[in-house]
């Protein structure tokens, strides 16, 4: 492992004067600034902390590589030093009325000047070094119009590289970078296609959606950006080559620049290229529905991602109920269902009785008192069933007996309201209806 010490030169914080901020970096703003000794135009990105950027700036020189002073060292005023681009970001100048002049030799010359820095990083530095965050936006133009890689914030070298944080711009990441997986050279070459396509379209990548948005397009949707059907066939195939979702299938940076050497000698390019560039009306529709689409299917992710958190609440409360049952004694279930009905009770009873009468008539002429008695004690005998009429004194003596009977029937009926309750018991298991 190689350890650097601050062997950079060290900038007084005083000798320099600021000017306008002029951008934004990794972890730092760039202004503008006038290195008073030296009368020099330069860069300067604050910093709360000097850490690895200027180092690995510190053993870099190449034509292609954004030139490094010093730094400034006393706290809290930290800073990196570096060369002035007046021509501004790469991303700055396609954004802008200058890039509708841009043809196929500029698109080839400057996709060659980024292809050559990133080589040297990779290959040829005295550290080899991933950027990780190659952008439009960390390549700026310089006052010969000379394309310089710069920013190396989310740089680290090589040899320390086995794991890899989630640093960069979500639309130029490689899937690799944006899952933190660990990373090769490669990754850069993703970022470099993104570059180029935005050289080729002038367009911003992944317009209007947001970073994460991106992330789950590029990483579990396999999505990538339109390259519309009008562009030139050696173009399409590279942008799809750095774009491959394995890093081992994408090109190093020797393969692209051979690539681009080749397609410098095709001469049926130049007319294709710049017919494309020109038409952009024809072909902006492509790009636009695409993004539409992505739009919509991160709309369906988001309704998506709703239902699965509802999933996941009805889930963790069946988990609980499961706990509680386990730590409960054992016992089954048991359902319990209650209902009520009202009745009506009618009951009838029926009751006979019989009368009986008797009627005797006794006559005499003469001991009619006697008689009397008589038949009274016999009377007696029938209680109560009996009645017994003595005429008076008759002519002639005799007995003369008259008996009826009669049988009497009644019925009663009574009615009786009331509510009845049921209760029914169901001893089962326990069930979960899940999706």
Request: proline fraction near 4%; glycine fraction near 6%; charge should be negative.
């Amino acid at each position: 492992m190689l350890s650097f010490s601050p062997s950079f030169l060290q900038i007084k914080f005083d000798d320099l004067q600021f000017h306008e901020n002029c951008g934004g970096g990794s972890f730092g703003s760039v202004y503008r600034a006038t290195w008073l000794s030296q009368d020099k135009e330069v860069a300067v990105k604050k910093l709360l902390k000097i850490e690895k950027e200027a180092e690995i700036l510190s053993v870099l020189s190449h034509r292609n590589i954004i030139q490094f002073y010093g730094a400034v060292l006393e706290p809290p005023n930290y800073g990196i030093v570096t060369e002035y681009a007046p021509g501004g970001s790469l991303y700055d100048y396609l954004s802008s009325a200058k890039s509708e002049e841009m043809d196929m030799d500029q698109i080839m010359t400057w996709a060659t000047d980024i292809a050559k820095g990133m080589h040297y990083l990779h290959m040829d530095a005295p550290v080899k070094v991933i950027h990780r965050d190659l952008k439009s936006r960390n390549v700026v133009v310089a006052a010969d119009k000379v394309l310089k890689i710069c920013d190396f914030g989310a740089s680290r070298f090589h040899s320390h590289t086995t794991h890899m944080s989630l640093v960069g711009t979500f639309p130029w990441m490689a899937p690799e970078v944006i899952q933190s997986l660990p990373v090769a050279e490669t990754c850069d070459t993703f970022s470099y296609g993104v570059v180029l396509w935005e050289m080729l379209t002038r367009e911003i990548p992944f317009k209007g959606l947001e970073g994460l948005q991106v992330a789950w397009l590029v990483v579990e949707k396999n999505e990538r950006l339109t390259v519309p059907k009008g562009c030139p066939a050696s173009f399409a195939q590279l942008l799809h080559q750095c774009w491959e979702m394995d890093p081992k299938g994408r090109p190093n940076f020797k393969q692209i620049l051979g690539i681009l050497e080749i397609m410098s000698h095709d001469s049926k390019l130049p007319d294709q290229c710049n017919s494309f560039l020109h038409n952009k009306a024809q072909w902006r529709c492509e790009i636009e529905a695409t993004l539409e689409r992505l739009k919509k299917l991160e709309r369906d992710l988001s309704t998506k991602e709703q239902e699965l958190k509802e999933r996941e609440r009805r889930l963790k409360v069946w988990e609980q109920k499961l706990v509680e049952q386990s730590n409960a004694p054992p016992f089954l279930p048991i359902t319990a269902k209650f209902s009520e009905e009202s009745f009506y009770e009618s009951k009838t009873e029926e009751s006979n009785s019989t009368e009986m009468s008797c009627q005797i008539t006794a006559t005499s002429n003469g001991e009619i008192d006697g008689m009397n008695e008589s038949l009274q004690k016999m009377m007696r005998g029938f209680g109560n069933m009996l009645s017994m009429n003595l005429a008076g004194p008759v002519m002639q003596s005799g007995i003369q007996i008259d008996m009826q009977a009669k049988q009497n029937s009644s019925k009663s009926t009574c009615v009786r309201k009331g509510k009845k309750i049921n209760m029914t018991m169901d001893f089962g298991h326990w069930s979960h209806d899940g999706d």
